[in-house]
């Protein structure tokens, strides 16, 4: 299997909520909710980078679908992380999360490795990494 992701589907408890943090609190370019003419059917793609969306669908959604019986969850199974090109945007994107309605989990800082970083989570607890790496170019 070559690996190659073009979808990561995060489960939402609240699909208009997911919709309005991602659209208008942080700016996430998406046509919206599409599907709702299905049962379960109901989804949003936000477009991330060419070959590769985001998905919030409905966690009960997500458990009709595979089957399986929807738990709880734990915001440290997973994390999103969003690179930035320098420290200033690392706190400027950690500030436009935070007045979108964002927890900050941990403030921006300087971490161990030499880099830039801070965590917020979404409205459903989904852990996002903004991280500025000075080995990394953009």
């Known amino acids: 299997m070559k690996p190659h992701i073009t979808v ?3 489960g939402v408890n609240d699909l208009e909520a997911a919709l309005r943090f ?3 609190g942080l700016g996430f370019p998406t046509d919206g909710i599409i599907g709702k003419e299905f049962e379960h059917g109901a989804v949003v793609f936000i477009q991330l980078q060419p070959g590769l969306r985001l998905a919030l669908w409905p966690r009960k959604s997500i458990g009709h679908d595979t089957g399986l019986v929807v738990s709880s969850t734990s915001p440290t199974e997973m994390t999103l992380g969003h690179n930035v090109t320098s420290k200033a945007e690392v706190d ?4 436009k999360a935070r007045a ?3 927890v900050i989990v941990k403030a921006a800082h300087e971490t161990f490795w030499g880099g830039y970083s801070g965590y917020f ?3 459903d607890g ?3 990494e903004v991280v500025w790496n000075p080995q990394w170019s953009e």
């Open 126 to 128: 989904h852990l996002w």
């Open 121 to 123: 989570q979404d409205p």
């Open 100 to 102: 979108a309605g964002a």
């Open 92 to 95: 400027a994107v950690m500030e």
């Open 22 to 24: 991602y659209r208008e």
């Open 8 to 10: 990561i589907t995060i």
